[in-house]
């Protein structure tokens, strides 16, 4: 075989099998990604200058309370009867573990503000209650309640 011979070797990479893998990949991760998320789904309410807080989980316990007024400790499911009590075993497991509190944004405020007060007779001094920050030039639900004037937005 000659250099310029037309049944010369070829020496290209089959692509196919590789993109085969990658959209398997993409497909996994795809599935897998909203697992991973921890505790209970809730639609937080969005506010502004949100502080960021610690997702250790031997650092904190998550309560969340959904709009329908159930309540979760991580993802299982937990009455109020059940939950002062199971605080306290958390909190006597490691002192400085923090209450993360992630209420529904259609959650009622007094069950907030009772979460709050079963997790002061628990032990807690103070609960973080977890809310999605407003970006920059987005439009939240503080810009669209009545102001003081009774008229809405700024």
Do not use: Y
Request: aromatic content about 2%; glycine content about 8%.
């Amino acid at each position: 075989m000659e250099i310029g011979d037309s049944r010369s070797l070829k020496a290209e990479i089959n692509v196919t099998p590789l993109v085969d893998v990658m959209l398997v990949m993409l497909i996994i991760f795809i599935l897998v990604t909203p697992l991973l998320q921890k505790g209970m789904g809730v639609t937080l309410p969005a506010a502004r200058n949100v502080a960021a807080v610690s997702e250790n989980e031997d650092q904190i316990v998550v309560v969340a309370l959904t709009a329908a007024g159930q309540l979760f400790v991580g993802k299982d499911p937990v009455d109020e009867a059940r939950l002062e009590a199971l605080l306290r075993s958390r909190l006597a497991g490691n002192s400085a573990v923090q209450l993360q509190i992630k209420a529904d944004r259609n959650a009622h405020f007094k069950d907030v503000r009772n979460l709050i007060k079963i997790g002061r007779e628990a032990g807690f001094s103070g609960a973080a209650l977890v809310a999605d920050e407003i970006k920059e030039g987005e439009a939240g639900v503080a810009d669209l309640a009545p102001d003081a004037t009774g008229t809405m937005g700024r």
